[in-house]
């Protein structure tokens, strides 16, 4: 069986569309702060490792319940050049990744999850207020398009468990036009977009406002625990510290326990130019919200503040041995085929060229949403896992971090969610057999009106599997 997205799309299209285009993030061309290299080892109360969401929002909160506390946050490259620079902006309340997962993973405490994820989304919005961060804000809601028949009855069910407003093809058309929607279910209250590489700039800018140490080009190389506190190594020399938090994202833990838990996974966006009011006016996008189709292999798009679309997602795409390489970011096949589903998706943009084209590796584990652990006897705490959906569950994932470094019990990390760690993938060979057998499988369910095979249904069963 093909999907709609099998059709035949004119090479000549793809090839002028994706003549012009930019390599690198779109987000990224923006002015932003540098800061300083660490010049020298240093002691402090609080060192936070890593200079994205995870990290920035980990020192703010700290340096805010703590006033007067040393809090130092170093990152190996620059603020927010990673994950944090390259994602859609999508803000997503659920921390679970989706309803589907929360439910099925901790069903008695699924409503709690909900009900943090969506303080966790009205905290973010009230942070950037305070801190008056201009990170082009919008509480949009979030549109889920069926594309296919079999996925309609997914949103039927999605409207009835109070996931959102279902819309029949004539209501979605009416609210975004694009002839391969059958139905849609719409969300309004749990997502926001925003500019994600202004968001962690600001979030960096406040930091420092508010008395956080920020060294750049500074990666941490080890770390042990000692008699009073935690000795992280650099090449400038050792930070003493009587916390840390780890928040190294998709890179290598600096624990070696966890190193097992999280690969690298691949994730492809094209920007396309400012679309004009005549552009926009044919495909008839004027609430703005967040996009998302429902296959197991989906896509994803937004409006950016100056009316580019933000295109990105389908191939989700792991290489042998859970290398993070640069060499796998410029993936020619990749970008043709998210363009051609493109002008499937809006055949009225015909003469929309793209700007940009980017990548970045997400931090994959397998129940898709974030776990947290503490190390060196309670004074490390990490979190890692986020599978895409971080810009938001990172703020909450910090809050966890200072919650189980401070030791006192909170509801969150009272949550199954946070004591609970996933399984681990297997060592190679066997993870890129799995990881590839599970891509293979998933992309036949789409071909399948979402029949899942059997290797799949075992996945299910044992609480392990793989999301694009």
Sequence with gaps: MQT?????VDPGLIARALGSATFGSMWLDTPRPEYPTLPGGLSCDLLVVGGGYAGLWSALHAIERNPGARVVLIEAERVGWAASGRNGGFVEASITHGAENGKSRWPSEFDRLEKLGLANLDGMQADIESHAMKVDWERTGMLTVATEPHQVAWLREGADDGD????DRAAVRAEVDSPTYQAGLFAADTCAIVHPARLVFELARACAEAGVQVFEHTPATSVDRENTGVQVKTPAGMIEADQVVLATNVFPSLLKRNRLHTVPVYDYVL?????TPEQLDRIGWRSRQGIGDSANQFHYYRLSADNRIVWGGYDAVYHFGRRVDPMYEDRPDTYRRLAAHFFITFPQLEDVRFSHRWA???DTNTRFCAHWGLAGRGRIAYVNGFTGLGVGAARFAADVCLDLLDGRPTERTELEMVN???????????ASIGIQATRWSLNRADHNAGK???FLRTLDRLGLGFDS
């Design 4 to 8: 709609v997205f099998d059709r035949d």
């Design 164 to 167: 959102g407003r279902f819309l």
């Design 452 to 454: 899942r095979n059997i």
């Design 420 to 430: 609970r760690k996933p399984l681990p993938f297997p060592p190679e060979p066997a």
């Design 360 to 362: 970045g590796a997400i």
């Design 271 to 275: 920007a396309t130019e400012p679309l």
